[in-house]
């Protein structure tokens, strides 16, 4: 019997290869007809697809968006194969997409939550990006002199980072201004994500905060 596509949500606990596993609000996932109606009478789910092979780009009207690799082209190939969204992929660091994510694959994309990040940019968000550490913040990266440009502009170095290396971001003027006073930042050399906060503070983009498990 065919399984059905549904979309979460709310956060569902459900079996698969039998082990429960978490499936979040955004989440596509496929059931079987009897756990599709508990989750239809619920209201947990909703039905998105009648079909397995359904491409999940089209499902999440993810047409307007790709991604931009900052690193590996070949290693993002690779991983993406392991999903079915189709998207297309071009390098460097630009907002190449109306939805761009910016991924560099040595960081751990979660492809699950891809078409979610996407949404993000739907919702009033210019960018949507993960917390680095909980554990380090902006005073306990880079160097001295990289600290003290930092802490003269925001002024003060006790607060998270963001994970450069994985975000999703709308282009705009905002955000295109924001990339723009970001190479900027680093003409210099000096920390990534320090010199991010830098043109983050400066440009005023509005920007969701992703928890550390999204990478």
Known sequence: MGKKWVRAL????????????????????????????????????ELIGPSVGTSL???????????????????AKAHLKKSNYDLDLTTG???????????NPNVNLRLDLVP?????????????????RYQKLARDIGSDADRAKTAALIHDLRVPVYETGCMYIRRCAETR??????????????DEKLAFMRALYKTKCVICALPTTWV
Request: hydrophobic share 45%.
């Open 10 to 45: 709310e956060t569902v606990m459900i079996s698969e290869k039998g082990r429960l596993v978490s499936k979040h609000p955004g989440d596509v996932f496929a059931v079987n007809n009897m756990l599709l109606r508990e989750l239809l009478q619920t209201q947990q789910a």
């Open 93 to 103: 660091r630009e907002l190449a997409f109306p939805r761009t994510l910016l991924w």
């Open 57 to 75: 780009r089209n499902l999440y009207n993810l047409m307007d968006c790709g991604i931009v690799v900052t690193g590996s082209l070949a290693k």
């Open 177 to 190: 201004r924001l990339m723009r006073t970001w190479k900027k930042e680093l003409q210099d050399g000096g």
């Open 116 to 132: 979610v990040g996407f949404h993000r940019l739907t919702a009033g968000w210019q960018i949507a990006a993960p917390l680095w």
